[in-house]
């Protein structure tokens, strides 16, 4: 079958559009994925959202001056419609010789355009490089088990079999690797990650967890869906009182993409990690 984002810029060549171009946005659809995982949109079982972090940004101003500025986009987990990196690269560029009044004038154009896209309303910050400079960078909450002994022999398809638990131990905890990879399903790019399992439920054995993440190493699928499993994939072994899952992506052609997914309504940290 055909990947939606086949018909996307992905992978393809473009010409790169400086003037303001809103028709360069690509939305794809969720349902499909959320089908292959047995989901609706009606029976999501997280919260979540999508966040985009911008730092090739820039425009205009009335005199010709230009602005560079970084944006934080924030995709609701639940919109119809993920939009595709590369139509966002291109979008973004597309604002390079585009004039604006103001932060606030730009703001609302690039509100108005991805909330479009995504079929949702999203939110969107833009900040100063002062701004983010001053926040530095932060780590991860939780225990790294990257440290762990652990012999590691799939790569090629998520093995939700390599979890295990002990469902006799109740046990509240936070869990993170930064070992998790993919690959973009379109162009077989390699997609770097670290990711946080934060819950509380029956105790999981963190080294088939770490196990289970390299099983990722090869997978071709969108940072979001590879979330998604991950976070169904603990929810059907650990059964949970409560359960998040945190990914946090490098950076490529200027973006990363963190997507989270709980059980429970949380405020999104998006502190920037060392390899971000």
């Given at each position: 079958?055909?990947?939606?984002?086949?018909?996307?810029?992905?992978?393809?060549?473009?010409?790169?559009?400086?003037?303001?171009?809103?028709?360069?946005?690509?939305?794809?659809?969720?349902?499909?994925?959320?089908?292959?995982?047995?989901?609706?949109?009606?029976?999501?079982?997280?919260?979540?959202?999508?966040?985009?972090?911008?730092?090739?940004?820039?425009?205009?101003?009335?005199?010709?001056?230009?602005?560079?500025?970084?944006?934080?986009?924030?995709?609701?987990?639940?919109?119809?419609?993920?939009?595709?990196?590369?139509?966002?690269?291109?979008?973004?560029?597309?604002?390079?010789?585009?004039?604006?009044?103001?932060?606030?004038?730009?703001?609302?154009?690039?509100?108005?355009?991805?909330?479009?896209?995504?079929?949702?309303?999203?939110?969107?910050?833009?900040?100063?490089?002062?701004?983010?400079?001053?926040?530095?960078?932060?780590?991860?909450?939780?225990?790294?088990?990257?440290?762990?002994?652990?012999?590691?022999?799939?790569?090629?398809?998520?093995?939700?079999?390599?979890?295990?638990?002990d469902a006799s131990r109740q046990?509240?905890?936070?869990?993170?690797?930064?070992?998790?990879?993919?690959?973009?399903?379109?162009?077989?790019q390699p997609d770097w990650g670290?990711?946080?399992?934060?819950?509380?439920?029956?105790?999981?054995?963190?080294?088939?967890?770490?196990?289970?993440?390299?099983?990722?190493?090869?997978?071709?699928?969108?940072?979001?869906?590879?979330?998604?499993?991950?976070?169904?994939?603990?929810?059907?072994?650990?059964?949970?009182?409560?359960?998040?899952?945190?990914?946090?992506?490098?950076?490529?052609?200027?973006?990363?993409?963190?997507?989270?997914?709980?059980?429970?309504?949380?405020?999104?940290?998006?502190?920037?990690?060392?390899?971000?």
């Amino acid at each position: 079958m055909q990947h939606p984002a086949e018909l996307s810029p992905l992978g393809k060549s473009s010409a790169y559009i400086a003037t303001y171009s809103p028709e360069q946005l690509f939305p794809i659809p969720r349902a499909p994925k959320w089908a292959e995982l047995g989901l609706t949109a009606e029976t999501l079982p997280y919260q979540g959202v999508d966040i985009w972090n911008c730092y090739e940004l820039s425009w205009l101003l009335p005199s010709g001056k230009p602005v560079v500025a970084i944006g934080e986009f924030r995709i609701p987990a639940d919109s119809p419609n993920i939009i595709e990196s590369k139509s966002f690269k291109l979008y973004l560029n597309s604002l390079n010789q585009s004039v604006f009044d103001s932060y606030e004038a730009l703001l609302g154009v690039m509100t108005k355009d991805l909330s479009a896209a995504a079929g949702k309303p999203i939110e969107v910050r833009l900040r100063t490089l002062d701004d983010v400079a001053a926040e530095g960078v932060t780590s991860l909450q939780g225990r790294c088990i990257d440290g762990l002994d652990v012999i590691i022999e799939h790569y090629d398809l998520p093995q939700a079999e390599l979890l295990r638990c002990d469902a006799s131990r109740q046990v509240e905890e936070c869990l993170h690797s930064h070992l998790l990879r993919s690959n973009c399903p379109v162009t077989g790019q390699p997609d770097w990650g670290s990711v946080v399992v934060d819950y509380r439920g029956a105790a999981l054995d963190p080294t088939s967890l770490l196990a289970y993440l390299v099983s990722f190493r090869q997978h071709a699928d969108f940072h979001e869906q590879c979330v998604e499993r991950i976070f169904l994939d603990l929810q059907r072994l650990l059964k949970p009182e409560r359960l998040s899952v945190y990914a946090r992506y490098l950076r490529r052609g200027g973006l990363d993409i963190n997507p989270y997914r709980s059980t429970e309504a949380v405020v999104v940290d998006n502190g920037r990690l060392v390899r971000q």
